[in-house]
């Protein structure tokens, strides 16, 4: 694989009208059945997803690629926590809910839900996803990612086949809701890194200057609570491949990655110019692993060269 290049660097910075710190790493946690046992079968349920991709077909823009979608939405695989599932209650009162999903698409390479925004996980409840080899996992998630809409986007379970587990305490018995109003399948390829071991600790670089952040914390006070707003670092260029961690795998290409982190921010969006090599890809996630992009051979706008991740939240 060889290396791809991008400058400048467009940096978007969103603001809740609290701060919330963006990538504040997880403690690893994993899910209560991987160490216990449960007694009860899990429920299944299987998904039409050919039925969306089809639906994908028709309604994508013939003149992009592929790869330039995370894939198709189904708003009809509407779920719930009292309707499917199973509960499971534990010696001392606790619950455990899980379900299975599983779609056998021979195109489809995850599968993706997006809940809705009546959610409420009450204080010592987890919600997790992972796949059907308990190699990837997403959590525990405590709260919503989509934090101004009171939603939860995960598009990150590789596999035909993906768990959902949910841990509720006695003392918030009945009190939990988690209702799935649309399912994401992906039909374009993982970053490298999401299905191979790598090794190296990425470095986390801030772009905002200080002084602009100071401000923006000032203007922040002024935003009633819910709403957004947001600066922009303008072009900034970077020779961004001596900022970040290159790892050699064994067939002899490379993996180069670099993280973007603010203290004050819930999301980021960053656009930028650039020109890919043939046969490399570039790809931008979350650091929880909750969002994941497509994974790109070519830039978005071919006649700028450029390419935007949009809005990823944390």
């Not at 600066?231 to 050699?248: K, Q, V």
Request: a neutral charge; one cysteine or more; aromatic letters at 12%.
């Amino acid at each position: 694989m060889k290396p791809f290049f991008y400058s400048p660097i467009l940096l978007w910075v969103l603001f809740l009208s609290a701060p919330i710190e963006l990538m504040a790493q997880n403690v690893p946690e994993k899910p209560y059945s991987f160490a216990h046992k449960l007694k009860k079968k899990v429920a299944i349920v299987k998904l039409d997803a050919d039925k969306a991709y089809k639906k994908f077909l028709v309604e994508k823009n013939p003149f992009a690629q592929d790869n330039h979608y995370l894939g198709q939405y189904d708003t009809d695989a509407k779920m719930n926590m009292e309707q499917h599932g199973t509960w499971e209650q534990l010696p001392n009162g606790d619950r455990v809910w899980r379900l299975k999903l599983c779609a056998d698409n021979k195109l489809l390479t995850g599968i993706g839900i997006h809940a809705d925004k009546t959610i409420n996980i009450p204080e010592g409840s987890k919600l997790f996803f992972y796949s059907d080899d308990k190699k990837h996992i997403v959590g525990p998630i405590t709260e919503p990612n989509v934090k101004n809409a009171k939603q939860l986007l995960v598009n990150t379970i590789p596999g035909k086949k993906i768990w959902i587990e949910y841990y509720e305490p006695a003392a918030h018995n009945g009190k939990s809701v988690f209702n799935i109003d649309a399912v994401l399948y992906r039909y374009v390829e993982f970053p490298y890194s999401f299905t191979h071991q790598l090794t190296k600790e990425v470095p986390f670089v801030d772009l905002v200057p200080r002084r602009r952040v100071e401000t923006a914390k000032e203007e922040m006070k002024q935003i009633p609570i819910g709403d957004l707003a947001g600066i922009s670092t303008g072009g900034i260029f970077l020779n961004c491949f001596d900022m970040g961690i290159w790892e050699n795998l064994p067939n002899g290409d490379r993996i180069w990655r670099m993280g973007f982190e603010s203290d004050v921010a819930f999301g980021i969006d960053i656009r930028i110019i650039m020109k890919i090599h043939k046969n490399a890809r570039v790809s931008f996630y979350s650091s929880d692993n909750m969002y994941v992009s497509s994974v790109f051979d070519k830039p978005i706008n071919n006649i700028e060269n450029t390419l935007g991740t949009g809005v990823m939240q944390e």
